[in-house]
């Protein structure tokens, strides 16, 4: 080997050894970190934003499906309003109940029996029955006012129109059963007072229940007397006697109520509510 070979080898090991320590004092980089960036300075600004609401109602909306179904149930309509609860199964036979009245009205006199169905109601409660019926046919706001017809109770002879309260099921297999409501009804001679229309009334006469006593009675003996249905005649008017009182007083509800079981009339939906009325007549002074 020569001395230039040999001086050649000694400087290229020198050149690697300073290589090798600058790389070693050589910093490490620092790991990358997440700093927090500063962000230019901007003033804040303040929205204003009007916004406009209705007025506040007197009648606020219902809160919850309870309060609207509340709301419904108030609405007068065929169903029986609560109350106090009545037999619905009675023995099926009537017993006349006793007392006679003298004859009330002018015209042609039609008599009639007060009857009630065994198992109904205790006896005690049959007098009173007897009166309140006594007391709708005498009234002269009721049929006596046409002076064509007077009544007079009987209790041995034969009626012409027997006047019976009558368990549920009683009547509603006496009255059919083409509409689902408890209802009374006349069919041959004689009056199905239903007892739970009797001791609980309806929606339409608004717990007026004397009110709707006398109506159902008038109604009834109307009936025997050989008229129809009618429909309400204007609006705010007082209601027929023989409107279907028991289930609404209002043509379109009683429209829709008896559309699938026709009852005689074809009531208009013509929009008009009227008020319930007891009696044949309310014109005439009492």
Known sequence: MTIGRIVM???????????????????????????????????????????????????????????????????????????????????????????????????????????????????????????????VLADPRGWIASGDVAFRRVDVAQPDVRIRLTATETARATCGFALPYDTSCYLNGVVYVSAPRWFRGAESFAGDLAGYRKYLINHEIGHFLGHGHEPCPANGAPAPVMMQQTFSVSNDELAAITATAPQGLRIPRDGKTCVANPWPHPEVAR
Not at 102 to 112: H, I, S
Not at 119 to 128: F, I, N, S
């Open 9 to 135: 080898y000694v400087f290229a090991a020198m050149l690697a050894g300073v290589t090798i320590g600058l790389l070693k004092s050589w910093p490490a980089p620092a790991p990358p970190q997440h700093q927090d960036v500063a962000q230019p300075q901007v003033p804040p600004v303040v929205a204003s934003i009007s916004v406009r609401t209705s007025p506040p109602s007197s009648t606020p909306p219902p809160s919850s499906s309870a309060a609207v179904a509340a709301q419904a149930a108030r609405r007068p309509g065929p169903e029986l309003p609560p109350g106090e609860p009545v037999r619905s199964q009675g023995e099926g036979w009537w017993r006349t109940v006793a007392g006679t009245t003298a004859q009330v009205g002018a015209g042609r006199v039609r008599t009639y029996s007060v009857e009630v169905e065994q198992g109904v109601v205790p006896p005690q409660a049959q007098q009173p029955f007897a009166a309140a019926v006594d007391q």
